[in-house]
């Protein structure tokens, strides 16, 4: 499985963007996914998940902001960052899971979102 991220960019604080990423491959195997971020000079942080059975969870940082969804038939999950903050600047990287796996099997290359005040 190759996992392909894209969509950052540099915003206002206020802002939004949306981070896809896109699966090819052996799609058939993935289960979950979801995304990671590493701001600089931090621990990663896990942001959201998605299940197979599109449950979601989020970060309470992320809660009520962020929106991950995917597409299925397109192979691709999405991050919908609304209400940017400065402190969401960060590396983004994409992870996909096989079923009956509870950590990242797979990690797309990061995609970096700066957010400026």
């Known amino acids: 499985v190759q996992l392909q991220a894209s969509g950052g960019g540099r915003v206002q604080a206020g802002g939004s963007l949306r981070l896809s990423c896109v699966a090819s491959?052996?799609?058939?195997?993935?289960?979950?996914m979801g995304w990671y971020r590493r701001a600089p000079g931090k621990q990663r942080e896990l942001v959201a998940t998605i299940t197979g059975g599109g449950n979601t969870n989020y970060a309470d940082s992320a809660k009520g902001r962020f929106t991950v969804s995917r597409d299925i038939p397109k192979n691709t999950m999405y991050l919908q960052m609304n209400s940017l903050k400065p402190e969401d600047t960060a590396v983004y990287y994409c992870y996909a899971s096989r079923s009956g796996y509870h950590y990242p099997n797979y990690w797309g290359q990061g995609t970096n979102v700066t957010v400026s005040s």
């Open positions: 491959g052996s799609v058939d195997s993935i289960h979950d």
